[in-house]
């Protein structure tokens, strides 16, 4: 049964943010939380500290200092929806996100999406008025385990480009 759910977490970018990784919506986890992949089994984070070379962040502040230290941008696509659980199919009734304030702020120079479902919503609702076409990622959700953690962090490696550039 489907849900009316409101983002509620703030998007972690500053001035030198140089990508933006984009979700879907968050988890139920994730709101009980409140901050982004916090569902023990995601391995979001796992792979964001193997792809930039540093320990595995435990507590929301070393997230956030992993992200702003690595200049990546953390946000979602969606506002709010209509979500059974965390299942991105279910999805029904989106709001996207205004990315306005964000990209006036930081210097985004790629905007890359975890998961068919996050693609495909930007490049509907965001690609034309933002003038980024979203690079897709493949979701590091529990319920992608037809991806190994190695298979995941390779994947992950073309945001290096970027940060690199």
Known sequence: MNKSVIHTVEPIYDTNSKILI??????????????????????????????????????????????????????????????????DSSIKDAVVNDFTHLFETADIQAVFTAGKKATDLFKKHCTAKYGFEPIYLPSTSPANCRMTQQELTAAYRIILGTLQA
């Open 22 to 87: 984009l979700g879907t919506m968050l988890s139920p986890k994730s709101r009980e939380v409140g901050f982004y992949y916090s569902h023990p089994q995601n391995r979001f984070w796992r792979t964001i500290a193997e792809v930039v070379g540093t320990e595995l962040p435990v507590t929301i502040e070393e997230k956030i200092h992993l992200l702003r230290t690595n200049r990546i941008a953390l946000w979602d696509v969606l506002a709010s929806c209509e979500i059974s659980g965390a299942d």
